[in-house]
């Protein structure tokens, strides 16, 4: 069977590019079944699972990623080492899209104020954009190289990220002088969010039309779910207010107000889809992202904080449980005197000094400097449960409840950890 090249052709010049990728995965199955196979039906056939099992490990557009990045001709890889990549993948889209949805915000409010001129970074950006759009246009010269298009993109998300954060740099520098520095460019901002978004549009990674910024949402949801989405927000408002001015008439101290602004970040907004973060100059700015991936990037956060807290926890245990261990050891030794008869049979009642041999002679000259030695070595093993008695005359029994608490602590957290 030939390969029917014009078809494909046609197609291309109609921009059909969905139905071209159906076209060659048919037709190149006629001459590559096994390899076609394992690119586009491989989860099917080759690693034995449906298209819903492998939508349970993968997002649809992390899927839809990693059939991209395939070369059509090749093998492809599946395991969690593809999944760790297509979600890095995915997650660097969306947070190029949620940065220039910021910046364009931002740039909206300072138009104005500010000259609209190039300067040496826009020079750059642009330069970078033209040589993405020429890279991608060989790249899907070349066999359909698809993931070198990608590859492509990243470049240019990776230069627009690069031009944000020197505008960034260039606004804290002037923060304190009085200067309006030039901030970053829109026009020339959406042009790149633009190119970046038809490209990923012709691959089936944007569900929807090309003509709109970022990689939008799922398709299906009309004005009822953005005005139920719009009473969410307007809800979550009017609870903040109430907290806020309850707190206030309760003369609450700041301290309290900040836990209620971090409760609306952490707990009330991610369920709605937006994202507050933080900025150093006590600014905040909002993203829109998908609920269910925020709530399993706060989840995430939550297991890492339980899991530090376990292993503080875990920590001073073993500190506590080493101490009490070297204590018990040393308050079960005998005391001075009774460790060194062996070696002397009278001591001096008064300093404990050994005074005699094992034999009975009076100690005199060296053998008293070695008897006062052997006496201060014995002293110094029993100094540190002696330092801690002096103290504390009941250490040992607080030292045990201690220990004792933290393992019921650590065996709770255990608990936790695994329900």
């Known amino acids: 069977m030939v390969f029917p090249w014009p078809l494909v052709y046609i197609e291309l010049y109609h921009c059909c590019w969905n139905e071209h990728f ?18 586009l039906l491989g989860l099917l056939y080759s690693c034995r699972l449906s298209y819903r099992e492998a939508l349970q490990q993968f997002s649809s557009r992390q899927l839809r ?7 059509w001709n090749k093998t492809v890889s599946y395991g969690e080492t593809m999944r760790a990549e297509m979600r890095a993948r995915e997650s660097a889209f969306k947070n ?8 364009l915000r931002g740039a909206d409010a300072r138009q104005a104020q500010t000259a609209c001129k190039w300067e040496a970074d826009e020079l ?4 970078a954009v033209q040589e993405a759009q020429t890279k991608v246009h060989e790249c899907l010269l070349d066999n359909i190289n698809t993931a070198g298009a990608l590859d492509a993109l990243a470049g240019l998300i990776k230069a627009t990220n690069l031009y944000l954060a020197r505008k960034q740099e260039h606004a804290t520098a002037a923060g304190g002088s009085g200067l309006q520095p030039a901030g970053p460019q829109p026009l020339l901002l959406r042009k790149a969010a633009a190119y970046v978004t038809r490209i990923l549009s012709v691959f089936g990674i944007v569900q929807g039309p090309g003509d709109t910024l ?27 207010r109430d907290e806020i001015r309850g707190l206030a008439k309760a003369k609450a101290l700041a301290g309290e107000l900040l836990v209620a602004c971090d409760r609306v970040r952490d707990d ?12 150093p100059d006590g600014t905040a700015i909002w993203k829109l992202d998908d609920p269910a991936v925020l709530a399993a990037e706060r989840q995430e ?89 002096a103290e504390d005359p009941q250490a040992l029994k607080t030292l045990r409840a ?15 950890s695994q329900q």
């Open 214 to 240: 970022g990689l939008g949402g799922e398709a299906g949801a009309g004005s009822g779910a953005a005005d139920a989405a719009g009473a969410s927000y307007l809800d979550a408002f009017a609870a903040f």
């Open 65 to 71: 990623l990693m059939f991209i990045m395939a070369p």
């Open 96 to 103: 190029f899209f949620q940065n220039v949805d910021v910046a």
């Open 268 to 279: 009330t907004l991610p369920p709605l889809g937006v994202r507050l973060e933080d900025k």
């Open 22 to 39: 159906i076209h060659m995965a048919m037709f190149s199955s006629c001459l590559l079944t096994t390899r076609i196979n394992q690119v």
């Open 402 to 416: 201690e220990v004792q608490q933290l393992s019921q602590q650590l065996a709770a957290m255990g608990d936790v």
């Open 301 to 389: 956060r939550l297991a890492a904080a339980a899991e530090a807290a376990r292993k503080k926890v875990a920590n001073a245990l073993d500190k506590k449980a080493k101490e009490l261990e070297k204590l018990e050891k040393l308050a079960a030794l005998p005391d001075e005197r009774e460790a060194l008869t062996d070696k002397y049979s009278q001591f001096d009642q008064a300093t404990g000094e050994p005074t005699h041999g094992k034999d009975g002679q009076l100690l005199e000259g060296k053998a008293r400097d070695k008897a006062r030695k052997d006496l201060e070595k014995a002293r110094k093993v029993r100094e540190p449960l002696a330092k801690k008695l």
């Open 124 to 127: 750059v950006l642009s330069g």
